[in-house]
């Protein structure tokens, strides 16, 4: 599959049609950077046999060459910043919740006396897993990586009865569902 990537200050901010499938990266911007770019390559490697193209929305902040309206300056805008995430989650194919510890190395502080790690990706969590907001055949897949304070709480709280809310403390698990969902996504576009 050719995956497009957009972030908040990239060029792109409106996705075309001829994406089949659109991808949500949610969860922590803050404390642990380096996941996201980890999850955007394995599934660019599981997907390369698929014949089609497919956008995958990275929420996080990049190395923009210009800014679209909302992004004038590198200075962050939360109000842009919740605009931005909400228009893609609502669009979204699937969205995928990376429940990543934080930097263990300290090199990026994620919390503080003040506030929780994750705090707004909790939020998020209860109002995309817990009913269908979006698309209505969209899928929330959730890995949750040991060591994320409160895994035990979302798991209990993901439905057990339907099959587009995943969630999985196995890596490998929670690849093969995204892989599986982008396949049975895209043919379902095939089959309208």
Not at 102 to 116: C, Q
Not at 127 to 153: A, D, P, Q
Request: with cysteine.
């Amino acid at each position: 599959m050719k995956w497009n990537i957009i972030q908040p200050n990239s060029i792109i901010t409106k996705i075309e049609d001829k994406y089949k499938c659109k991808i949500f990266l949610a969860g922590p911007t803050q404390g642990n950077k380096t996941w996201r770019n980890k999850v955007i390559e394995d599934i660019k490697a599981q997907t390369e046999n698929i014949d089609d193209n497919g956008i995958i929305i990275n929420p996080q902040w990049g190395d923009a060459i210009a800014d679209p309206e909302h992004f004038k300056s590198k200075k962050f805008n939360e109000e842009a910043q919740v605009k931005f995430e909400t228009m893609h989650l609502l669009d979204s194919d699937i969205i995928i919740f990376g429940l990543f510890t934080p930097d263990a190395a300290g090199r990026e502080k994620a919390w503080t006396d003040t506030r929780d790690y994750a705090q707004t990706t909790r939020f998020e969590l209860g109002r995309y897993t817990s009913t269908t907001v979006g698309k209505s055949n969209n899928s929330v897949i959730i890995y949750g990586e040991e060591g994320f304070k409160g895994l035990s709480y979302i798991k209990l709280m993901t439905p057990k009865n339907n099959k587009n809310r995943i969630f999985t403390k196995d890596y490998t698990v929670f690849l093969d569902s995204v892989t599986n969902r982008i396949k049975d996504y895209t043919n379902e576009i095939y089959q309208r």
